[in-house]
């Protein structure tokens, strides 16, 4: 872009791209939200229990409510241009955690504590691992993936807790009047991470490590204790998930959040995020949340298996991606050029 | 490219280099200090229970291995050129799955088997590497999508059914001997290993890959075709994957929907180990075959041991923090750009087109790393 004379819509454009959740009619943002009501009608014509009035629409939520959850958590950390597999594998052991207490007649409160503390702290971990010891987030959450596995199975034992009582499960399958708790858990989750990667230091401190780690470095961002505060609230919020499933499914098998990375990833990069970090917004993973949860939600009530939706996950993923990239580097490209040209004889007349 | 991490990489080499080259040599080569460490478990083992230096048992540790071993050679091949296949365990089961049922329902027999694996993985690989080849995906995220379309394809493949009854003049080839505790299997692996061994070190093919690996930008500017490199690293991951797919029938008689599902980072955690580095441009193949071997030697003697099953994906984490924690060169290299490995390789990538106009590699604010140009 330096090449061009700085044309008045390109110069503000490198202070607003880096940062989420302004006030500009994203284009992204509106592809999806399009998507999720075009689901939403596609599906409500199609099959007759998904409406269910509206309240079946939003009581669907509470299944994909965990993903949503575990999203925003990776999103926090894939926005530092890092990863963390070991989300899913967290989630898990916090639910058997939750499980487990709840199993040695614990109330339902000290089983989420317990249970978000043990996933917070295996979150602490992961990012001590990463940002002091030094090693690549992709190594260290892979191997931490395995070992909280086998942690989550060995205290699972070989009977995995299951039926809870009433008032722990009401987290996962009931609602307050119409709205379910597991949407307004995610609700407000979404928000506290909107307002935090928007407009807190912290969030900004994210988004410049992840866009460009030098300049980070060099304008004095504590980067370790930063990093290290992206996973630890990923671990948090995959504590938060791994609730959400238990109660859901009033049981905490081992593997109950192993299913979650997938998708979970999945919504973060459909929502526009930058797997190298430093772009994205919160808000478009919300919207993307919704869209993935739907088509899947949708297409299970349509009879579809759970692993040919997999496959369609998988496909949605790779297509948009082509998309965006294409639309991001063509379309860029061809508009710089198309100014240039217009722009040309003007200064030719100007010197001439 | 000329961040304060680059020169601090740089130093770091230089310092490494200064060490009098008598003895830091052996503990250099990955293989061979793996191999040490596999002698010492092996030996450890043994004096614990005479039974695991049994031919039997030598030979389940090796037919085992080899499944991980082709995995991990195909994996190294995209590690070396910086790359990162997720989704060859998936490719492995849907290979094992089109394999077997041609040999359950028409008894084809090992060659045209071997054939078969290898052709389906290669038409699996070629999705991969159109995706990061020519569509120019980050490889994490297409491989990623692969990974779900191929594992949601062997369901669908296999649409309820399994494989469960191949003949034994094939499973046989994991059990049979030809010396005490070698496997016929292992000594039908060793030809790839060799053969990807000297294309990796000899040919230009090979040399290409860790130059893209190292440096793409680099690379790029040595005339060196960088997409087409990766383009070919995808493919051959495809193809091992796929004879991994005959391996895993050979060695287990059987496949079903969910066959490879977890063993995509295992793979990754053995080629790690065999001192394949994720941050390109270091590994071999003998490093792939070795570093499988040391992850059955060492889970079986856990099991040995009495430890639990539970704790053998532990294990395999410890081990994989270990390899990395070792091998210093690969840390200081992460250290040094904090949180920035997988972010520099997408600058790279995104250099080596032609004066590319987005706003981040001009925006004025941060002279560090806008310096692609």
Same mark, same amino acid.
């Given at each position: 872009m330096?090449?061009?004379?700085?044309?008045?819509?390109?110069s503000p454009a490198p202070a607003t791209l880096a940062l989420p959740g302004r006030?500009r009619?994203p284009?992204?943002?509106?592809?999806?939200?399009?998507?999720?009501?075009?689901?939403?009608?596609?599906?409500?014509?199609?099959?007759?229990? !998904?409406?269910?009035?509206?309240? &079946?629409?939003?009581?669907?939520?509470?299944?994909?409510?965990?993903?949503?959850?575990?999203?925003l958590g990776l999103a926090m950390v894939i926005l530092t241009g890092n990863i963390d597999?070991?989300?899913?594998?967290?989630?898990?052991?916090?639910?058997?955690?939750?499980?487990?207490?709840?199993?040695?007649?614990?109330? %339902?409160? /000290?089983?989420?504590?317990?249970?978000?503390?043990?996933?917070?702290?295996? &979150?602490?971990?992961?990012g001590?691992?990463v940002a002091f010891?030094g090693?690549d987030s992709?190594?260290?959450?892979? /191997?931490?993936?395995?070992?909280?596995?086998?942690?989550?199975?060995?205290?699972?034992?070989?009977?995995? %807790?299951?039926? !809870?009582?009433?008032?722990?499960?009401?987290?996962?399958?009931? &609602?307050?009047?119409?709205?379910?708790?597991?949407?307004?858990?995610?609700?407000?989750?979404?928000?506290?991470v909107i307002v935090t990667i928007g407009y807190t230091g912290l969030g900004r401190s994210l988004t410049l490590i992840g866009y460009n780690p030098s300049a980070a470095r060099y304008s004095g961002i504590a980067i370790r204790r930063s990093l290290t505060s992206a996973f630890t609230l990923c671990?948090?919020?995959?504590?938060? /998930?791994?609730?959400?499933?238990?109660?859901?499914?009033?049981?905490?098998? %081992?593997?109950? &959040?192993?299913?979650?990375?997938?998708?979970?990833?999945?919504?973060v990069?459909?929502g526009g995020m930058d797997i190298f970090g430093g772009r994205g917004r919160i808000g478009e993973v919300?919207?993307?949340?919704?869209?993935?949860?739907?088509?899947?939600?949708?297409?299970?009530?349509?009879?579809?298996?759970?692993?040919?939706?997999?496959?369609?996950?998988?496909?949605?993923?790779?297509? /948009?991606?082509?998309?965006?990239?294409? !639309?991001?580097?063509?379309?860029?490209?061809?508009?710089?050029?198309?100014?240039?040209?217009?722009?040309?004889?003007?200064?030719?007349?100007?010197?001439? | 490219m000329t961040t304060a991490g680059d020169?601090g990489?740089?130093?770091?080499?230089?310092?490494? @280099?200064?060490?009098?080259?008598?003895?830091?040599?052996?503990?250099?080569?990955?293989?061979?200090?793996?191999?040490?460490?596999?002698?010492?478990?092996?030996?450890?083992?043994?004096?614990?229970?005479?039974?695991?230096?049994?031919?039997?048992?030598?030979?389940?540790?090796?037919?085992?291995?080899?499944?991980?071993?082709?995995?991990?050679?195909?994996?190294?091949?995209?590690?070396?050129?910086?790359?990162?296949?997720?989704?060859?365990?998936?490719?492995?089961?849907?290979?094992?799955?089109?394999?077997?049922?041609?040999?359950?329902?028409?008894?084809?027999?090992? +060659?045209?088997?071997?054939? @078969?694996?290898?052709?389906?993985?290669?038409?699996?690989?070629?999705?991969?590497?159109?995706?990061?080849?020519?569509?120019?995906?980050?490889?994490?995220?297409?491989? +990623?999508?692969?990974?779900?379309? =191929?594992?949601?394809?062997?369901?669908?493949?296999?649409?309820?059914?399994?494989?469960?009854?191949?003949?034994?003049?094939?499973?046989?080839?994991?059990? *049979?001997?030809?010396?005490?505790?070698?496997?016929?299997?292992?000594?039908?692996?060793?030809?790839?290993?060799?053969?990807?061994?000297?294309?990796?070190? =000899?040919?230009?093919?090979?040399?290409?890959?860790?130059?893209?690996?190292?440096?793409?930008?680099?690379?790029?500017?040595?005339?060196?075709?960088?997409?087409?490199?990766?383009?070919?690293? =995808?493919?051959?991951?495809?193809?091992?994957?796929? +004879?991994?797919?005959?391996?895993?029938?050979?060695?287990?008689?059987?496949?079903?929907?969910?066959?490879?599902?977890?063993?995509?980072?295992?793979?990754?955690?053995?080629?790690?180990?065999?001192?394949?580095? +994720?941050?390109?441009?270091?590994?071999?193949?003998?490093?792939?075959?070795?570093?499988?071997?040391?992850?059955?030697?060492?889970?079986?003697?856990?099991?040995?041991?009495?430890?639990? *099953?539970?704790?053998?994906?532990?294990?395999?984490?410890?081990?994989?923090?270990?390899?990395?924690? =070792?091998?210093?060169?690969?840390?200081?290299?992460s250290l040094s750009r904090t949180g920035g490995g997988r972010r520099a390789r997408g600058q790279r990538?995104r250099g080596?087109?032609?004066?590319?106009?987005t706003a981040r590699s001009s925006s004025p604010a941060f002279p560090g790393e806008g310096g692609t140009?």
């Open positions: 330096t090449t061009t004379s700085p044309t008045p819509t390109s006030w009619v284009g992204w943002g509106t592809c999806l939200l399009v998507a999720i009501i075009a689901e939403l009608f596609y599906f409500t014509l199609t099959t007759r229990q !998904f409406a269910g009035g509206g309240q &079946g629409m939003l009581n669907l939520t509470e299944q994909f409510a965990p993903t949503g959850v575990l999203a597999l070991s989300c899913a594998a967290n989630a898990s052991l916090a639910a058997v955690i939750a499980g487990t207490v709840l199993d040695k007649g614990g109330s %339902p409160a /000290a089983a989420i504590l317990a249970a978000v503390a043990v996933a917070t702290f295996v &979150g602490l971990f992961n001590v691992l010891v090693i992709l190594l260290v959450t892979l /191997a931490t993936q395995f070992i909280i596995t086998s942690v989550a199975t060995s205290v699972a034992g070989a009977s995995p %807790p299951f039926g !809870f009582s009433s008032s722990f499960t009401l987290i996962g399958q009931s &609602g307050i009047d119409y709205v379910p708790i597991a949407l307004l858990v995610f609700a407000v989750i979404a928000i506290a671990g948090a919020l995959s504590g938060v /998930a791994g609730v959400l499933l238990a109660a859901y499914y009033n049981s905490a098998q %081992p593997d109950i &959040g192993a299913d979650l990375l997938l998708p979970g990833i999945t919504a990069i459909l919300v919207l993307a949340v919704f869209v993935l949860g739907y088509m899947s939600q949708g297409m299970l009530i349509e009879g579809d298996s759970s692993l040919s939706i997999t496959m369609i996950t998988g496909l949605v993923l790779i297509g /948009a991606l082509v998309v965006k990239f294409a !639309f991001e580097r063509n379309f860029r490209q061809r508009m710089n050029a198309r100014m240039r040209r217009l722009r040309a004889p003007l200064h030719r007349d100007a010197h001439g | 020169v990489t740089a130093s770091g080499a230089r310092r490494e @280099l200064a060490v009098p080259p008598r003895w830091s040599w052996l503990l250099r080569r990955r293989e061979i200090l793996v191999t040490a460490v596999i002698v010492v478990v092996v030996a450890a083992s043994t004096a614990a229970h005479p039974y695991f230096w049994a031919s039997s048992n030598l030979a389940f540790i090796f037919a085992d291995s080899v499944v991980i071993a082709f995995l991990a050679l195909g994996e190294s091949f995209v590690m070396i050129g910086r790359g990162i296949d997720l989704s060859v365990g998936a490719i492995m089961g849907l290979s094992a799955i089109f394999v077997g049922f041609r040999i359950q329902n028409d008894g084809i027999s090992l +060659l045209p088997a071997v054939l @078969l694996g290898a052709g389906v993985g290669i038409v699996l690989g070629l999705g991969n590497a159109i995706l990061v080849g020519v569509v120019r995906l980050p490889p994490i995220i297409a491989t +990623l999508g692969t990974l779900s379309v =191929y594992s949601g394809l062997e369901f669908v493949v296999t649409n309820g059914n399994q494989v469960d009854t191949i003949p034994n003049s094939i499973t046989n080839l994991g059990s *049979d001997t030809v010396l005490p505790g070698v496997p016929v299997i292992l000594l039908l692996t060793l030809p790839f290993v060799l053969i990807s061994a000297w294309v990796l070190r =000899y040919t230009t093919f090979g040399r290409s890959i860790y130059a893209v690996g190292d440096d793409a930008e680099a690379a790029y500017r040595a005339g060196i075709p960088v997409q087409r490199v990766l383009f070919s690293t =995808y493919l051959v991951s495809g193809l091992f994957a796929g +004879l991994g797919g005959v391996a895993y029938l050979i060695y287990t008689s059987g496949a079903s929907s969910t066959s490879g599902i977890n063993d995509n980072l295992t793979a990754i955690a053995a080629a790690i180990i065999g001192g394949t580095a +994720l941050t390109g441009g270091v590994g071999g193949a003998l490093g792939a075959l070795v570093g499988s071997v040391f992850l059955t030697v060492t889970l079986t003697a856990m099991s040995f041991a009495h430890v639990s *099953d539970v704790w053998q994906p532990a294990g395999v984490g410890v081990l994989v923090l270990l390899a990395v924690v =070792y091998d210093s060169r690969s840390r200081s290299r990538r080596q087109q032609p004066r590319s106009a140009r």
